[in-house]
């Protein structure tokens, strides 16, 4: 999605900077404009603030 999250489906282990694992589901919408007030994980906070548009490719 354009200036929007980073969108992740599927089992995944997330792990912070010290390798402690966040708590996850099926789909987590990840932060990449660094408003978040719940990083690394998307609050909205984004909306009509982030005008970066480049998108991420498909990893498997």
Same mark, same amino acid.
């Not at 354009?2 to 996850?24: C, Q």
């Given at each position: 999605?354009?200036?929007?999250?980073? &969108?992740?489906?599927? =089992? &995944?282990? @997330? @792990? +912070? $900077? =010290?390798? !402690? $694992?966040?708590? *996850?589901?099926?789909?987590? $919408?990840? /932060?990449? /404009?660094?408003?978040? =007030? !719940?990083?690394?994980? /998307? +609050?909205? *906070?984004?909306?009509?603030?982030?005008? +970066? /548009?480049?998108? $991420?490719?498909?990893?498997?």
């Amino acid at each position: 999605m354009d200036r929007g999250p980073y &969108i992740v489906k599927g =089992e &995944i282990e @997330l @792990l +912070d $900077a =010290e390798g !402690n $694992a966040f708590a *996850t589901k099926q789909q987590v $919408a990840l /932060c990449r /404009c660094g408003l978040s =007030e !719940n990083k690394p994980f /998307c +609050d909205g *906070t984004h909306r009509g603030k982030f005008e +970066d /548009c480049v998108r $991420a490719s498909k990893v498997l």
